[in-house]
């Protein structure tokens, strides 16, 4: 009995064996992947060895260092070329204050320079009128600017020395012709408040309307109903120059 089940089990007709592990096959991913890691680990420090050996990671760090320094050289003279060109930015702003100042107060000399031309003018006017007693009209001016306006200017003087100032109104009496008919007005009608000293200057614009031509003005300085002083000159009917 005991040969026939020994032949049965070692002959071909023997019935087939499964051989298992015991250990499950979570734990045997696990191990493996230990086993890989390790392996990674030794490889890696291999490498890091092999360099320090070879002095690849001295060079590096060298070279890592060289870099840095040239990149603040580089920040540094990027933040210098800055500042310049802002302080460049800023005197050219400067200049163009000054220049512009400048030219202010060029224009403001040449307009100082032109009053004083025109003072000048009047006051040799009153070297000859010294000879006149009390007052007088020294200087009457006028002139149609652009054809719609007229300018005029008078200037009184009194040669007298320590003469008492005068109260008075100085009175412009226009003469023409409007739409081809005589016409005369006075401006104002009620006169400029005038007050002399020595001398005064006196001066203004009139409007005139369409189809105007004035042909004289007549400067009157009245005292109450009295006339103190008077004088006429024609009007230039020519385009005033600019």
């Not at 734990?27 to 050996?53: D, N």
């Not at 460049?88 to 512009?100: F, M």
Request: glycine share 6%; charged share 25%; proline share 5%.
């Amino acid at each position: 009995m005991r040969f026939r089940l020994l032949r049965r089990r070692l002959t071909i007709t023997a019935p087939r064996v499964a051989i298992r592990s015991a250990l499950p096959w979570p734990f045997r991913w696990l191990a493996l992947a230990v086993v890989l890691g390790f392996c990674a680990a030794v490889a890696l420090w291999a490498f890091e060895f092999g360099k320090s050996i070879a002095g690849l990671d001295t060079a590096s760090h060298d070279e890592l260092l060289k870099l840095k320094a040239e990149v603040t050289q580089l920040r540094d003279s990027a933040q210098e070329r800055q500042t310049v060109a802002l302080t460049s930015e800023g005197l050219l702003v400067t200049e163009r204050a000054a220049k512009e100042s400048l030219l202010t107060q060029v224009r403001q000399l040449e307009a100082e320079n032109q009053t004083l031309r025109e003072d000048l003018g009047f006051f040799e006017k009153l070297i000859p009128a010294a000879k006149t007693d009390g007052l007088a009209i020294r200087a009457l001016q006028a002139e149609v600017v652009g054809g719609m306006q007229l300018r005029w200017q008078v200037l009184l003087i009194q040669a007298i020395r320590n003469a008492p100032e005068f109260n008075g109104r100085l009175e412009l009496v226009l003469a023409g012709t409007r739409n081809g008919k005589p016409w005369t007005q006075t401006q104002p009608p009620q006169g400029h408040p005038v007050q002399v000293k020595q001398y005064r200057r006196i001066e203004g614009v009139v409007d005139l309307a369409a189809d105007t031509v004035v042909k004289t003005v007549t400067a009157r300085v009245m005292d109450g109903t009295a006339i103190r002083a008077m004088q006429v000159m024609p009007v230039d009917q020519s385009p005033a120059s600019p």
